[in-house]
């Protein structure tokens, strides 16, 4: 297996934010999405980083002091991230992106324009290793 778009999550599929969010806008897309952390994308399509559900929690302790009108105000680019998914590209190769699943919860995957067409998560590469690896066990 050499091709990384076997494990890819399409962008149609796949729960995101935008980077012109409010803070109050991207918590409830993470409540609805079910998810603990998402990719942020410009409104070109481009990937800019990852938001969690730790980054909310402390820009609403620290940026809004608790109160949700200033969720509504604040832009989501202003808070401070912990860290941000690092993404690959749709070349990359298996190694590359299984080094990059194994400190990632999912691998956000870019086309040579920088434009994001989906994630790779860490579950699809170890179910593919359950299924195809450890079958015989």
């Given amino acids: 297996m050499n091709n990384i778009?076997?494990?890819l999550t399409p962008k149609a599929m796949c729960a995101?934010?935008?980077?012109?969010?409010?803070?109050?806008?991207a918590l409830e897309k993470m409540e609805t999405a079910g998810y603990s952390s998402l990719p942020i994308l410009n409104r070109r399509g481009e990937y800019r980083g990852t938001l969690t559900e730790g980054d909310l929690l402390w820009a609403l302790k620290n940026i809004c002091y608790m109160d949700m009108r200033q969720a509504e105000a604040r832009k989501i680019m202003e808070l401070s991230r912990r860290r941000d998914n690092i993404p690959v590209r749709v070349t990359t190769g298996m190694h590359d992106l299984v080094q990059c699943a194994s400190t990632q919860n999912f691998v956000p995957v870019v086309d040579d324009k920088?434009?994001?067409?989906?994630?790779?998560t860490r579950s699809s590469i170890i179910k593919y290793c359950m299924e195809n690896l450890f079958a015989e066990d």
Avoid at 114 to 120: E, L, R, W
């Fill in 5 to 7: 778009l076997f494990f």
């Fill in 16 to 25: 995101f934010v935008y980077d012109d969010y409010t803070i109050r806008q």
């Fill in 114 to 120: 920088d434009a994001f067409i989906g994630i790779v």
